[in-house]
């Protein structure tokens, strides 16, 4: 996994998700239980047992890469001065994430909380390595704080695994002034996106409408989200659904094979140093992107400031509304904590209460995924300079309330992310049979989860 820039620092937390963790460790975070992957069941707690176990001194270990979350923390310290939290940064997406399997392996040094990404979840599920938070203080009425898809990511069931903390619901940026200097509008289905990008192009030779990057899964993954596709399941024990060669799933690919065997939109690589200076000089005309990428834009392309506008994703009908989600993350409780009702407080207390998560949102720029600052004009209300005076903020709100509600993920993304890169991105650089590539990437995925022993529906 290649390093995110520093600018700013917040979108490194959103952005870490694209990418995978070592498939090796998949199987080493059971440890020795050999349970089912339904998390590890956690005793109700009453009111009399949340008030004792919060009034006794007791140290928690929080693993995150969020920045600043130190605020957030001493907030929740200052609430239960008895908690003492001690926050680490064990690393970015797949360092902290081969640091958590070892720990779990080895039976010791494994955190009490940890940012997990929603696509993550499953694979910690395997072993138990999970503690369900459905009978813990706070938690029974919790669902209907957040969108309906937004819960579906972090629960089963009855059971709730980890706390939303930020979400990547799917939009798109685009330079006002280079699509009026090219006589396009902003399109809103994909037909005008395609007429756009060809438009464009006669317009501007020597640049793109977009870029479709050969490394990104999690973008292409987004694309088939918003149609409607599942290409993925678990039944949280031995069996996966793997069908990306369904209608919606090909629809998507098919589609953009039209527009890169023509050349009408770029293919590099993104979060490069080449795809940094195209942002910023002009070269790609829009970002297909996620509610993090605003912030991350404004840091990246600062020289284009004013310039930028941002949309609902287009559409494959006209009118609809649905969309994707690329990114984001959760706070989770692992099962082996000795203080579960102190953990499982401190998960849900920074990402619920309304101090800590206004501040998430509006300092540390996550795209916050409750209800309740999703509707707070301190948030939605924000009109930045380098969108013009938008309500940038406004459009992903009304993006979040439309993401397909449900999608899962397979326990082992990880192997889907890399696999995406060896086999459907020369397919993307190449200009060639995209539509084929991806037959193959099922298959590739298929025979993996063969062969760590899961049943392939």
């Known amino acids: 996994m290649f390093e995110i820039p520093s600018t700013p620092l917040s979108r490194r937390a959103a952005l870490a998700g694209l990418f995978g963790v070592s498939a090796l460790g998949l199987a080493a975070c059971a440890g020795s239980n050999t349970g089912g992957g339904n998390g590890a069941s956690a005793t109700p707690v009453s009111s009399d047992d949340f008030a004792k176990a919060m009034d006794t001194d007791t140290e928690l270990t929080f693993w995150t890469w969020v920045p600043d979350i130190q605020n957030e ?4 310290q200052q609430q239960y001065p008895k908690i003492k939290v001690k926050v680490v940064n064990a690393g970015q997406g797949l360092d902290q994430y081969t640091a958590l399997r070892t720990a779990l392996k080895a039976g010791k040094g494994a955190p009490d909380v940890c940012q997990i990404e929603y696509q993550y979840i499953s694979s910690f599920l395997i072993g138990n390595n999970l503690l369900d938070l459905s009978g813990m203080n706070g938690f029974g009425d919790l669902s209907g704080q957040y969108p309906e898809w937004v819960w579906n990511q972090v629960s089963r069931d009855s059971a709730v695994y980890a706390v939303p903390q930020d979400t990547g619901p799917m939009g798109m940026l685009y330079r006002d002034d280079l699509l009026k200097a090219a006589g396009v509008q902003a399109p809103t ?12 192009r006669i317009a501007s030779p020597n640049s793109y409408l977009t870029d479709l990057p050969p490394n990104q899964a999690g973008q292409m993954i987004g694309f088939m989200w918003a149609n409607g596709a599942k290409p993925f399941a678990y039944d949280g024990d031995k069996t996966v659904t793997v069908d990306l060669t369904g209608a919606e799933a090909t629809q998507v690919v098919e589609f953009w094979q039209g527009l890169v065997q023509k050349d009408l939109v770029a293919v590099d690589p993104d979060f490069t140093d080449q795809w940094y200076q195209g942002l910023s000089a002009g070269t790609y005309a829009s970002w297909l992107t996620a509610a993090w990428g605003p912030v991350f834009l404004q840091g990246t392309a600062k020289n284009t400031s004013g310039n930028w506008r941002a949309a609902q994703l287009p559409q494959f009908t006209a009118g609809g509304k649905a969309t994707g989600n690329w990114g984001g993350s959760t706070d989770a409780v692992i099962s082996s904590t000795k203080n579960p009702v102190a953990a499982a407080e401190l998960a849900r207390w920074i990402n619920v209460e309304k ?31 380098f969108y013009g005076g938008q309500k940038v903020n406004e459009v992903f709100v009304e993006a979040s309330q439309n993401v397909n509600t449900d999608f899962e993920w397979l326990p082992f993304m990880d192997t889907v992310y890399s696999s995406y890169t060896d086999v459907m991105g020369p397919s993307i650089t190449n200009r060639g049979d995209m539509v084929g590539a991806l037959a193959q990437w099922e298959t590739k995925i298929k025979d993996f989860a063969t062969s760590q022993g899961f049943t392939v529906k």
């Not at 923390?73 to 929740?76: C, E, G, I």
């Not at 289905?189 to 464009?200: G, I, K, L, N």
């Not at 206004?358 to 300079?385: G, H, R, Y």
Request: hydrophobic fraction near 45%; charged fraction near 20%; proline fraction near 9%.
């Open 189 to 200: 289905t994909w037909d005008e996106f395609a007429s756009a990008a060809q438009t464009y």
């Open 355 to 385: 101090e800590p998560a206004m501040k998430l949102a509006t300092e540390q720029f996550l795209f916050p995924p409750l209800n309740s600052i999703l509707q707070d004009s301190a948030f939605v209300d924000q009109t930045p300079e």
């Open 73 to 76: 923390v001493d907030l929740f």
